[in-house]
């Protein structure tokens, strides 16, 4: 049986993932509106990960024969002023989540629950992954932010991501 601290926290892991994803569907909603549908393109994918995330984390809970209880995803109402704020943004929640995912490892730890430990050691490498493409496309999106055509072809170029599914074991 799944240690209910343990449980607790990942039925509210599950909601971070959740609300991570309409984060970024609603930063895809702002670059659409620019007009910058390659942005929007790669944020939609990174909604679509989010998402994945939640699910892994319902199936762990399921696999673990714990309940998963589904709490309110908050409405994000994403703005911003310019084009460099949405990826300061997809860092910062990396690094939120990031952050989460070592608390429930910690906790993970604390309780003696290698099973858990186990299953977060593929979500602390996703983060590590997940927070170096975060900088990097703000690094990018920073230093060509006042050039158009160089803004432009980098966007272009966010169209050639693919969701590539990868799954956690159980």
Known sequence: MLNKKIHDAINDQINKELYSGYLYVDIANYFEDLGFSGFAHW???????????????????????????????????????????????ALEHEQFISASINDIYELALKEKDYATVEFLNWFVKEQAEEEANAE?????VSFIKNNVAALKAFEKSMFGREYEKETPEL
């Open 43 to 89: 944020f939609m994918i990174q909604a679509a990960e989010e998402r994945d995330h939640a699910l892994y984390f319902r199936e762990y809970l399921i696999h673990r024969g714990a309940k998963v209880t589904l709490g309110v995803i908050e409405n994000p109402n994403y703005t911003a002023k310019d084009v460099v704020e949405p990826f300061v943004a």
């Open 136 to 140: 990097y496309n703000l690094a990018e």
